[in-house]
């Protein structure tokens, strides 16, 4: 049942992402897509491990500031 569960939100989510990849338009919506998958697992993981839920989502967290830190520094110089 459990492996039947995850392979259902991974092709819900491989169908929201392919769509949104496909969306010249709006390229964050790629991102936004795929991170909403992240999360849906993540909170998967927190169920069965919540201290590696927890520690994977800090390393997550963390990747993610720095590199918007790093947009936000370009956007800056490139005022």
Do not use: G
């Amino acid at each position: 049942m459990a492996s039947n569960r995850a392979a259902n939100r991974r092709a819900e989510h491989v169908a929201l992402i392919e769509a949104a990849a496909k969306e010249k338009s709006k390229p964050w919506r790629l991102y936004w897509r795929t991170a909403c998958w992240l999360m849906s697992e993540l909170s998967e993981l927190h169920e069965r491990d919540p201290r590696r839920a927890q520690s994977a989502c800090v390393d997550l967290a963390t990747q993610t500031r720095q590199f918007a830190e790093a947009l936000n520094d370009e956007a800056e110089k490139s005022q």
